[in-house]
């Protein structure tokens, strides 16, 4: 079963990537990118390989937190309850079928997607910076969000409450129980990673509005649907929701002073940081080499 969720969801996802390059990236990024990949490849090759070994780090950290979290002993399910109150069980009594259907597949589906698609989209720049930048605030999130597991013992409000909160994404779809019991811990709720990578995506898809300002949209649609399935589906706390966006936002911040700063690849290839490497972002630069080979203005046509 989990390997026909597994396929399912890589189905899914890999349809929604690729009618999202075509829609929001265009055939002129695409094209320049097949004779800029190398170069693309060694600007973020040290951060991927730092972000992969948290992930790798993280995955066997899963099965040692819990263990860590009972001996420190930080329980903040009742103190997160008596300040929240019953914002979760109000919220399921809107649930309808369609909306349980819509946030399932939120949760599921577009949550994967929505961090998947923005790699491959800044990818497809010649200005490596927002991809870095990224990959930077996503090891942000899995490592600060580790530390706040370790110390933080949370259980969510269908375990708290499974007499008074539903668990309707399995009871809908209990096959998700298979893909989701692999990387879900009941102790581990604060923060939602879910919502702090989304809202990730999002900041940064904010920052990188004026290149591509229809995925700003779409993000950030993406990004509060998944905030709102977590809580709606009864997996996550209002409290847990807004530490998440609070994460992203601290994550997004560190990424964007470390990058360019602190870059590997520029200390390697000997190169000093110019203005536009280290300023604001909210316009990013999109062709320091494309500009020099009349690439820039297909861009603009896009």
Same mark, same amino acid.
């Given at each position: 079963?989990?390997?026909?969720? +597994?396929?399912?969801?890589?189905?899914?996802?890999?349809?929604? @990537?690729?009618?999202?390059?075509?829609?929001?990236?265009? !055939?002129?990024?695409?094209?320049?990118?097949?004779?800029?990949?190398?170069?693309?490849?060694?600007?973020?090759?040290?951060?991927?390989?730092?972000?992969?070994?948290? +992930?790798?780090?993280?995955?066997?950290?899963?099965?040692?937190?819990?263990?860590?979290?009972?001996?420190?002993?930080?329980?903040?399910?009742?103190?997160?309850?008596?300040?929240?109150?019953?914002?979760?069980?109000?919220?399921?009594?809107?649930?309808?079928?369609?909306?349980?259907?819509?946030?399932?597949?939120?949760?599921?589906?577009?949550?994967?997607?929505l961090l998947?698609?923005?790699?491959?989209?800044?990818?497809?720049?010649?200005? @490596?910076?927002?991809?870095?930048?990224?990959? @930077?605030?996503?090891?942000?999130?899995?490592?600060?969000?580790?530390?706040?597991?370790?110390?933080?013992?949370?259980?969510?409000? !269908?375990?708290?409450?499974?007499?008074?909160?539903?668990?309707?994404?399995?009871?809908?779809?209990?096959?998700?129980?298979?893909?989701?019991?692999?990387?879900? !811990?009941?102790?581990?709720?604060?923060?939602?990673?879910?919502?702090?990578?989304?809202?990730?995506?999002?900041?940064?898809?904010?920052?990188?509005?004026?290149?591509y300002p229809?995925?700003?949209?779409?993000?950030?649609?993406?990004?509060?649907?998944?905030?709102?399935?977590?809580m709606y589906?009864?997996?996550?706390?209002?409290?847990?929701?807004?530490?998440?966006?609070?994460?992203?936002?601290?994550?997004?911040?560190?990424?964007?002073?470390?990058?360019?700063?602190?870059? +590997?690849?520029? !200390?390697?290839?000997?190169?000093?940081?110019?203005?536009?490497?280290?300023?604001?972002?909210?316009?990013?630069?999109?062709?320091?080499?494309?500009?020099?080979?009349?690439?820039?203005?297909?861009?603009?046509?896009?």
């Amino acid at each position: 079963m989990l390997m026909r969720v +597994l396929t399912q969801l890589v189905a899914v996802v890999a349809l929604l @990537t690729l009618v999202s390059l075509a829609v929001f990236v265009g !055939r002129y990024r695409l094209r320049d990118t097949r004779t800029e990949w190398r170069s693309r490849v060694r600007a973020a090759a040290p951060i991927a390989v730092v972000l992969a070994v948290v +992930l790798l780090g993280n995955s066997v950290a899963r099965h040692l937190v819990p263990e860590l979290s009972w001996m420190i002993g930080w329980n903040l399910t009742w103190p997160i309850y008596d300040l929240e109150g019953q914002f979760i069980i109000w919220l399921q009594s809107q649930a309808t079928p369609t909306l349980t259907a819509y946030f399932s597949f939120v949760y599921i589906y577009g949550y994967v997607f929505l961090l998947v698609f923005p790699v491959l989209a800044y990818f497809a720049l010649s200005n @490596t910076r927002p991809l870095r930048e990224l990959l @930077t605030a996503y090891t942000l999130n899995y490592t600060l969000g580790l530390v706040l597991y370790v110390f933080v013992i949370a259980y969510g409000p !269908r375990n708290l409450m499974p007499e008074l909160v539903d668990a309707l994404l399995y009871d809908t779809y209990p096959q998700y129980q298979h893909l989701t019991r692999q990387v879900n !811990r009941n102790t581990n709720v604060f923060p939602s990673l879910h919502t702090s990578l989304a809202a990730t995506v999002a900041f940064l898809a904010y920052r990188t509005r004026t290149v591509y300002p229809k995925w700003f949209v779409v993000a950030t649609v993406l990004a509060v649907s998944v905030a709102v399935s977590t809580m709606y589906l009864g997996i996550h706390w209002l409290i847990d929701v807004l530490a998440g966006i609070a994460l992203a936002h601290a994550s997004v911040a560190l990424a964007g002073q470390f990058v360019g700063r602190w870059s +590997l690849s520029e !200390r390697l290839n000997g190169r000093v940081p110019a203005v536009s490497d280290t300023g604001d972002d909210n316009a990013p630069q999109e062709a320091h080499s494309s500009d020099r080979s009349g690439s820039h203005s297909a861009h603009n046509r896009e």
